[in-house]
């Protein structure tokens, strides 16, 4: 099989406390149904044991920063299948952040996730820059929510509350001293947009970034706000190329969703009479007969789930955009024709 260069789908998402199995399991799902490989996760509320309970069928990998008490906690998920080798943690005692070191697909890099103070603590920012000076030998993907808007005047709904603030400098430091570029921002220069809604002021703000080192930027194909659902945060999300992967086929396991789809029922005992009567030569021959209807069957099952998951996709891409699109009317700061 020739190797290929592929995509990673990054997501920073602060979920606003998952101690309920209910939230838990539309969080994991909305993740897996748009292919996410690595999620950075802020504002947990989770211990380390309750962490676990977030590997599941698709996750393989869970790092964690427990919460203190009930309040931040930050981890990182790690879907099953990638390239990801974890060599040095470094976290602080509060739960606001975790750094891995290590090599994804095989280059050594600096991957975090970070949950920044709601109010100025100038010990706490001085001590995460100074950790964040010593790796940066190592290219850098930190995201998070920062609690700041990087921009007062494109960042934040509310003209009249617009100020820069302590969080803000801190953004600006990173770039300027790390070379850490706001992804978002780099691909949308002069848009707004936005990653929560605060309800008690009635006012926008983006305050989710993800931040990468500038020789990473080359290989980001996309970066995209998601529409504010299940937590009171947007995801940012973005596409990495990455090295080479080498393609392989697996062992096939029939969708179990389709043992209850009467339209799949229908549409393969149509295939199935195609099959016999296009081959009812073949019948003396029981062995060759059902080897090839298996083989025939599997296919005409892919290429149904494909169809099926390419419709739903697309009705989902087009709810969001609307969905995106209400919010940048509601703040008051979008482009009509976004």
Same mark, same amino acid.
């Given at each position: 099989?020739?190797?290929?260069?592929?995509?990673?789908?990054?997501?920073?998402?602060?979920?606003?406390?998952?101690?309920?199995?209910?939230?838990?399991?539309?969080?994991?799902?909305?993740?897996?149904?748009?292919?996410?490989?690595?999620?950075?996760?802020?504002?947990?509320?989770?211990?380390?044991?309750?962490?676990?309970?977030?590997?599941?069928?698709?996750?393989?990998?869970?790092?964690?920063?427990?919460?203190?008490? #009930?309040?931040?906690?930050?981890?990182?998920?790690?879907?099953?299948?990638?390239?990801? #080798?974890?060599?040095?943690?470094?976290?602080?005692?509060? &739960?606001?952040?975790?750094?891995?070191?290590?090599?994804?697909?095989?280059?050594?890099? +600096?991957?975090?996730?970070?949950?920044?103070?709601?109010?100025?603590? +100038?010990?706490?920012?001085?001590?995460?820059?100074?950790?964040?000076?010593?790796?940066?030998?190592?290219?850098?993907?930190?995201? &998070? /929510?920062?609690?700041?808007?990087?921009?007062?005047?494109?960042?934040?709904?509310?003209?009249?509350?617009?100020?820069?603030?302590?969080?803000?400098?801190?953004?600006?430091?990173?770039?300027?001293?790390?070379?850490?570029?706001?992804?978002?921002?780099?691909?949308?220069?002069?848009?707004?947009?936005?990653?929560?809604?605060?309800?008690?002021?009635?006012?926008?703000?983006?305050?989710?970034?993800?931040?990468?080192?500038?020789?990473?930027?080359?290989?980001?194909?996309?970066?995209?706000?998601?529409?504010?659902?299940?937590?009171?945060?947007?995801?940012?999300?973005?596409?990495?190329?990455?090295?080479?992967?080498?393609?392989?086929?697996?062992?096939?396991?029939?969708?179990? /969703?389709? *043992?209850? /789809?009467?339209?799949?029922?229908?549409?393969?005992?149509?295939?199935?009479?195609?099959?016999?009567?296009?081959? #009812?030569?073949?019948?003396?021959?029981?062995?060759? *007969?059902?080897?090839?209807?298996?083989?025939?069957?599997?296919?005409?099952?892919?290429?149904?789930?494909?169809?099926?998951?390419?419709?739903?996709?697309?009705?989902?891409?087009?709810?969001?955009?609307?969905?995106?699109?209400?919010?940048?009317?509601?703040?008051? &700061?979008?482009?009509?024709?976004?």
């Amino acid at each position: 099989m020739v190797d290929i260069g592929y995509n990673l789908n990054i997501v920073t998402w602060n979920v606003g406390g998952i101690h309920s199995p209910v939230k838990r399991k539309k969080i994991l799902q909305a993740l897996h149904r748009k292919r996410i490989d690595i999620v950075l996760l802020q504002e947990t509320h989770l211990d380390t044991a309750e962490h676990l309970k977030l590997r599941t069928w698709w996750v393989d990998r869970v790092y964690d920063n427990p919460a203190l008490g #009930r309040k931040a906690g930050v981890a990182v998920l790690v879907r099953k299948g990638v390239d990801f #080798r974890v060599e040095r943690q470094y976290q602080d005692r509060q &739960g606001r952040y975790l750094l891995l070191q290590g090599t994804l697909a095989g280059k050594k890099l +600096v991957l975090g996730t970070y949950y920044g103070p709601n109010v100025q603590d +100038v010990a706490f920012s001085r001590q995460f820059r100074k950790l964040l000076l010593s790796l940066a030998q190592f290219p850098i993907i930190l995201g &998070g /929510d920062f609690n700041a808007v990087a921009d007062p005047e494109l960042d934040w709904s509310d003209i009249g509350r617009r100020r820069w603030g302590a969080g803000g400098r801190t953004i600006a430091y990173y770039a300027d001293v790390l070379g850490l570029l706001d992804l978002w921002r780099a691909l949308h220069p002069g848009e707004r947009d936005y990653t929560h809604l605060s309800r008690a002021h009635d006012t926008w703000s983006r305050l989710d970034y993800i931040l990468a080192s500038e020789s990473l930027f080359p290989s980001v194909r996309d970066v995209q706000i998601a529409p504010v659902a299940i937590s009171d945060h947007a995801w940012v999300e973005f596409r990495l190329q990455v090295g080479y992967q080498t393609g392989a086929t697996g062992l096939w396991r029939f969708p179990r /969703d389709l *043992y209850e /789809d009467r339209a799949y029922s229908a549409y393969i005992q149509t295939q199935w009479k195609h099959y016999q009567f296009d081959n #009812r030569a073949h019948q003396h021959n029981a062995v060759l *007969y059902w080897e090839t209807a298996k083989a025939v069957l599997r296919g005409h099952t892919i290429a149904y789930v494909a169809q099926v998951r390419k419709s739903r996709d697309a009705q989902l891409l087009h709810l969001e955009r609307q969905l995106c699109h209400l919010r940048r009317r509601m703040a008051g &700061g979008g482009r009509s024709g976004a």
